[in-house]
């Protein structure tokens, strides 16, 4: 609706030039110009048939009043005003049709668009845009783009009317028309202040609903734990407080929205009763006809509607502009991986060397100084160190998700960069700490990580585990629905299902970060029967988090600020009584069984 | 308003302002609207006074139209005819502003009200419903189909009702010129009305088709973006592209066939055929010399009036219909029943602590068991560890001790006497539960450690956070005791949340507490906290702890092992170590 939109819109800072902007959305454009060409023409004849309908009423009138009325003059006038109605009516409906299909075509095309940017976007990308903002680029950003094309054509269509009639009225007499046209700027200035008074308002009323919306959402969440502790009453008077600022908050802004089309109104009638007085002096002497004063009444009207839209118009503009910018923004940015060659790897054996390794994240930040890595094929590597050591980065790097700065990474010998990525990734298992699951069932998502395996293989893999006796904790067994990222299942389900989908994927290389969520002792032995027999199979790159892991693995690595500051396997490290034994003792030895039985000094029963 | 439920019992009353009936929306609705009676009427008058007003207009230039072309026209009398017109208009602005406001001041308060009936309803309702109930859901009711019915009235009945006045008024007004002229905008009511609702019928699935294709295309997108780690580890993005693909396709052909229908939208070609017929009627009117060209000109220009219904309809109607949907789910909500009793006149004593379930079967309904076959014995001041597989059952069974749930077969005894024979609110002030999910408020830690005994001095607090390990951190926040915690303020570990909980139940000092232990700690500091802060809430009570830690469960006096909603082991660990060999498992390294 015309005037009330626009009001809560936020700021936004352009970065493209006018230029390239309207290049960038020509292009899209293009693709449409048939239809655009169709809506076009059906907006014209719609804004002269609009124009046209009160002059030829009018001009009718003047006939009726100074001739006799024949019959033939009745059919004519009806007929024209018949024809008039239907050619809008059809007119209308062409521009509709056509309207719809561009403007759904033009978000389809751009969303698409978008969504393959992305998508093919390296982590360090999304690392910046979270995922909220991608979406709602790909979403509301195109719609809000596709209204701005409705606005448009709306509002050039009431313009081209407003012309039309304007031209006639000054034909007709200069003086009533001028007398009309003052009206506009008077009209438009009032409604540039109720805007601006309402933008003040529904702001504030925005940050005010935010803070009443979270404490209702507070109150009805606390229900529960309120009831816990009888405190129901306390709880009431919260909820009741927020209850009544948001009714104040409301009536507020009820009050200011509702004054404004009455007040307009109010001023369209006046107007039009100084035009009966002034205009009968007009016909008094001879200046215009009475059909021509009708005129100049009637279209008063149509002059209201075009301040009211264009008054919004030029705020419209511009948070459809920013929509379509962030649009082509998110699909013209750069890709910072990329591939020199082509090489698609049949059976890696997963041999990686790292070699003088420089990364970071970001320019000020060093991550991996001077790194350098040989690991075999088929070894299991364990990675520990504090926060921030750069234990992550190593898998990030192998696994392409991130581009490093200097020296090389090798994959059985070959230039990491030098291999397909697709088929080199389809090589590999990568699961994350916390996994992550697409809604649908157990099957679907273990399916995920071989799409060419069938019900029967995952079935196999999936009663390796324990017997399949994890299959009987779900209510469906396979056929499990996990609900929006997983969220139907336990945490340790969630990590079986994942190491499932590695396991189905038979890769050469695995790489995991450990969950250092509590997971119930029974489903823990099921994770280590499933991640020993991925690790049988694999060179494995392992951030450690479970004592049971850095003690099977082949080598622990011990990092420190990018460095490796000790390496072995437990019993060496355990031995040496550095820094791994000080690791271990701050966060693996409180897994063990030794201070299982220790814990008895807290039993004072 | 109090909360009735079917047996007129329920667990929390409230009294508010006034009671409505919930047998239906419609009812339900009215009767909260009879009590805004007075702004009723504002609107209404301001709704049928604005499209009266609206009508002076065309009928007054009309009139001066006549005096203009009449022989000897006198300014005077024209002037009048502006006055009329000029001081109508202004009268109508302010009359139009009444209706304006006045349904809005209606649907803030009837939001207000209806949001207010339905938390006292919530609060009343019993803790099993809250336990069924899904959250989001509630907040859904609470926000979102609340807000439905305010739009109902405003915009909604406000442009309904305004505009169906301006429907009445070329009735009312055709006729005043000459009868017969009542025919164009009698026909026009009647078509107007038939091809609404069919345009309403046609539209209706289609707008439904266009939200689900939406939200499909949507949610997919959500997820993809979310797990794009996932996708590109699987090398999936291919695939992902070619789902969101074919889902935009399905949104743009249901936009497309959306914006069919609305292009077709008839009442505007009714209107366009209702101008010429009308027209064409009253010149035939005027050439037979019943009527004037003055005349010809009013009932032309209240005929344009018929607009504004016309363009208004859809989006109106379609408020309407979204406002009875919401009112419909919150009555539903509403009317949901309450199942437990409160046992006014039951047993209610000091709990030592003694917990017995004898033979228990247990589900949500009757033909799926969660529990069966449950037998425990547990003596007062023992700890239970409860472990097993998610799914087991652990949850449900200690739910049975507090009443939130009832058993289906069997019985849970407390102290002997079993609990659906305890005066309710005795059995529950002595038993606390920890959830997994530990909810605390938006407010300082003092607040939350005392939301159980409001009237805890600050050293009873500090006492309390002490036994829960949980002084040491809460000293190393600048405000300390008076930091704010949540969205507004400094976030919590699972480890310190836990804590705080502990601490609130210290403060309440239950004679049995049920912890679910779900947290789990990176370092061993902090663990050695978790683990004292068990061990010491254990301390003196009889507690039952779902647990993944080996050390609670080692040191536990009786262990609790659950399958698949059986118990198939029970005893000390020593015991469990010789019986049992996915027991001994766990112990293995």
Request: charged share 20%; aromatic share 10%.
């Amino acid at each position: 609706m015309g005037f009330f939109s626009g009001l809560a819109a936020e700021k936004y800072d352009r970065q493209y030039s006018d230029k390239r902007l309207l290049k960038r959305i020509l292009d899209y454009f293009k693709t449409q110009s048939k239809r655009l060409f169709i809506v076009g023409i059906t907006i014209v004849l719609i804004s002269v048939i609009e124009a046209a309908m009160p002059i030829v009423v009018s001009r009718g009138l003047d006939k009726v009043t100074q001739q006799i009325i024949s019959s033939s003059l009745i059919l004519t006038l009806t007929g024209i005003v018949l024809g008039l109605g239907i050619f809008s009516w059809l007119a209308n409906f062409l521009r509709r049709r056509y309207s719809a299909r561009t403007i759904a075509d033009l978000i389809r095309q751009l969303a698409t668009d978008a969504f393959q940017a992305s998508v093919h976007q390296d982590m360090s990308f999304h690392d910046s845009f979270s995922s909220g903002k991608i979406v709602s680029r790909i979403t509301s950003d195109t719609r809000e783009f596709g209204q701005l094309i409705t606005l448009s054509t709306d509002v050039l269509m009431q313009t081209i009317t407003s012309i039309i009639l304007s031209v006639v009225l000054i034909r007709t007499e200069w003086r009533m028309a001028l007398a009309v046209f003052l009206l506009v700027p008077l009209l438009f200035f009032l409604v540039m202040q109720y805007r601006h008074a309402a933008r003040e308002i529904t702001r504030d009323g925005m940050r005010a609903m935010a803070n009443v919306n979270a404490t209702i959402k507070e109150t009805v969440s606390g229900i529960a734990i309120a009831k816990n502790f009888r405190q129901e009453e306390a709880i009431y008077e919260e909820f009741q407080e927020a209850n009544q600022t948001s009714f104040k908050v409301n009536i507020k802004r009820g009050f200011i929205l509702s004054i404004v089309f009455p007040t307009l109104r109010a001023i369209a009638g006046i107007a039009t009763a100084l035009l009966v007085y002034f205009g009968a002096i007009s016909i008094l002497e001879g200046f215009v006809t009475a059909g021509a004063w009708y005129l100049f009444l009637t279209t008063v009207d149509r002059f209201l509607h075009p301040v009211m839209s264009v008054s919004s118009f030029f705020t419209q503009v511009q948070t459809g502009l920013s929509a379509a910018e962030r649009i082509f923004a998110l699909i013209d940015s750069e890709h910072s991986v990329e591939q020199k060659g082509a090489v698609y790897p049949k059976n890696l054996d997963g041999q990686i060397d790292m070699i003088s390794v420089e990364f970071s994240y970001t320019p000020d930040e060093k991550v991996l100084n001077n790194f350098s890595l040989h690991i075999d094929p088929g070894e299991t590597l364990a990675l520990v160190g504090h926060t921030g050591a750069g234990k992550t980065s190593i898998g990030r790097l192998i696994a392409r998700f991130y581009e490093f700065q200097g020296g090389k990474i090798l994959i059985d010998n070959e230039d990491i960069r030098n291999y397909d990525l697709i088929s080199l990734r389809r090589q590999m298992g990568i699961v994350p700490q916390v996994p992550f699951l697409f809604s649908g069932t157990i099957e679907e998502n273990i399916h995920y990580g071989c799409p060419i395996c069938d019900q029967d293989e995952i079935l196999k893999i999936a009663n390796q585990i324990g017997e399949g006796e994890w299959l009987e904790t779900l209510p469906n067994g396979l056929d499990t629905e996990v609900g929006e990222r997983g969220s139907q299942l336990s945490m340790g389900q969630k990590q079986l299902v994942a190491l499932m989908r590695v396991l189905i994927q038979k890769p050469s290389i695995f790489i995991l970060d450990e969950a250092t969520a509590s997971i119930d002792p029974f489903t823990e032995k099921q994770i280590q029967t499933a991640l020993d027999l991925i690790l049988s199979e694999t060179t494995s790159i392992l951030i450690a988090h479970r004592l049971s892991t850095v003690r099977s693995s082949d080598r622990i690595l011990v990092m420190r600020q990018g460095e490796i500051i000790e390496e072995g396997n437990h019993e060496q490290l355990t031995a040496q009584g550095e820094h791994y034994a000080e690791l271990y003792n701050t966060y693996f030895r409180h897994q063990s069984l030794e201070y299982v039985e220790e814990a008895k000094k807290y039993v004072k029963k | 308003m109090t909360s009735q439920t079917s047996e007129g019992i329920s667990e929390f009353s409230f009294e508010t302002k006034y009671t409505t009936n919930q047998k239906t929306p419609l009812l339900w609705i009215l009767s909260h609207t009879i009590h805004q009676w007075p702004y009723i009427l504002m609107a209404l008058f301001g709704a049928m006074s604005n499209a009266t007003l609206a009508s002076i207009v065309p009928i007054f230039i009309g009139r001066a139209y006549n005096e203009i072309t009449s022989i000897n026209p006198s300014l005077a009398i024209i002037g009048q005819f502006a006055l009329v017109i000029g001081i109508s208009q202004a009268l109508r602005g302010v009359l139009q502003f009444c209706r304006n406001f006045g349904f809005e001041i209606i649907a803030q308060q009837i939001e207000r009200y209806v949001r207010q009936e339905l938390y006292v309803n919530l609060l009343g309702k019993s803790m099993t419903f809250h336990n069924l109930q899904s959250v989001g859901e509630l907040m859904a009711r609470a926000t979102n189909d609340v807000r439905e019915v305010n739009y109902m009235f405003s915009p909604g009945f406000n442009l309904v009702i305004g505009s169906l006045n301006f429907l009445l008024i070329p009735l009312i007004v055709g006729p005043t010129y000459h009868i017969a002229l009542i025919a164009t905008p009698a026909a026009f009511i009647i078509l107007y009305s038939l091809t609404l609702w069919h345009y309403l019928n046609i539209l209706n699935p289609i707008t439904s088709q266009v939200r689900e294709s939406f939200g499909n295309l949507n949610s997919r997108l959500a997820e993809a973006i979310d797990g794009i780690e996932v996708v590109k580890g699987n090398a999936q993005e291919d695939s992902e592209i070619e789902r969101f693909r074919e889902n935009a396709i399905e949104y743009r052909d249901a936009s497309i066939k959306q914006g069919d229908v609305e292009s077709r939208f008839l009442p505007l070609l009714l209107l366009g055929i209702t101008m010429a017929a009308g027209l064409g009627h009253a010149l035939i009117l005027l050439q037979q010399g019943f009527i004037n060209v003055g005349d010809v000109i009013a009932y032309f220009g209240t005929l344009s009036l018929l607009g504004f219904p016309t363009f208004v309809s859809l989006f109106a109607y379609s408020q309407i219909s979204l406002g009875f949907a919401g009112a419909r789910r919150i009555l539903e909500l509403m009317n949901t029943e309450n199942k437990l009793d409160q046992n006014i006149e039951g047993f209610a004593q000091p709990i030592l602590g003694a917990i017995e379930f004898n033979d228990v079967v247990f589900g949500y309904n009757s033909d799926e068991p969660i529990l069966k076959n449950i037998n425990i014995s547990i003596e007062p001041g023992q700890t239970v560890a409860i472990v097993g597989q998610t799914g087991s059952g652990k949850t449900s069974l200690v739910k049975l001790i507090n009443r939130t749930f009832d058993v289906q077969k069997g019985e849970v005894l407390v102290d002997g006497v079993d609990v659906r024979d305890w005066y309710l609110e005795s059995l529950r002030n002595q038993i606390s539960i920890i959830e997994q999910d530990v909810f605390l408020f938006s407010r300082s830690i003092a607040d939350n450690i005392a939301f159980g005994k409001q009237d805890a001095t600050r050293k009873e607090v500090i006492q309390a956070a002490k036994e829960a390990q949980a002084h040491e951190f809460i000293l190393s926040f600048e405000n300390g005791y008076d930091t704010v915690i949540g969205e507004r303020g400094v976030t919590l570990s699972g480890g310190q949340r836990q804590r705080l909980a502990l601490a609130r139940a210290f403060l309440t000092s239950p004679k049995i507490l049920v912890l679910d232990d779900s947290t789990s700690a990176i370092d061993s500091e902090t663990e050695d906290h978790i683990q004292q802060a068990i061990f010491r809430a254990a301390e003196g009570r009889t507690t039952l702890i779902i647990t993944h830690r080996l050390s609670q469960i080692r040191w536990a006096n009786l262990i609790v092992v659950m399958r698949q909603g059986e118990i198939v082991a029970v005893g000390s660990h020593e015991e469990l170590m010789q019986v049992s060999k996915s027991y001994q498992k766990i112990f293995s390294e």
